[in-house]
């Protein structure tokens, strides 16, 4: 099967895999948006646990205020059925020194937006590349607006993204069956790491 894009026929793909030629042109777009890692895996390593729909629900306040949060997002068992039509993911990463993290003010926004931003620009170009399931999670909750719509309609439909941890997906679980330590910020000065995946195919 075929489809048409900027007038030329692109085969859809199907389970072979990013070659790396892709991946490297992946890579350099990420950068531009603050994103230093791509990095493809099988999504048989993502951790999906109940608790973490928990840390959402009496942790954030963001829980019922956020299209891009619980509970606008998909629970568990459905996210693992989702998960279940994917076979291989990409990790994305980013290294941020925000002393804003715990304000709600423009500079942090900013900061969000810009891997927000790369990540849904990464799937856009996946899906004109064939990859046609390609769909985006992104790191902490959605901050292209001041304020979010909820529960009336969203400004930024075509950008609207749930979170990684909407999603229910244990990072720090994920991450160490990817044989990487995450970076903690324990401290407002410290340097910590933007997470964003793209299920792929």
Request: charged letters at 25%.
């Amino acid at each position: 099967m075929k489809v048409m894009a900027q007038g030329k026929m692109l085969p859809l793909k199907g389970e072979r895999g990013i070659p790396e030629k892709l991946l490297g042109s992946l890579a350099n777009q990420a950068r531009r948006h603050g994103l230093e890692v791509v990095l493809p895996f099988s999504t048989e390593q993502i951790v999906v646990a109940q608790w973490v729909n928990l840390k959402c629900r009496y942790g954030c306040r963001q829980y019922n205020t956020n299209w891009c949060c619980p509970p606008a997002t998909p629970g568990p068992d459905r996210v693992r059925a989702i998960l279940g039509e994917f076979h291989q993911a990409l990790l994305l990463v980013g290294t941020q020194d925000c002393p804003d993290f715990y304000l709600d003010n423009g500079r942090k926004r900013a900061r969000q937006v810009r891997c927000w931003k790369g990540t849904v620009s990464l799937e856009r170009a996946l899906f004109l590349e064939g990859y046609y399931k390609a769909f985006g999670l992104v790191g902490e909750t959605c901050g292209l607006c001041k304020e979010c719509a909820y529960p009336g309609d969203c400004r930024f439909p075509q950008e609207k993204r749930p979170s990684v941890e909407s999603f229910s997906i244990d990072l720090f679980g994920t991450l160490r069956n990817l044989g990487i330590r995450p970076r903690l910020a324990k401290g407002r000065k410290d340097l910590f790491n933007y997470y964003g995946l793209i299920l792929v195919e």
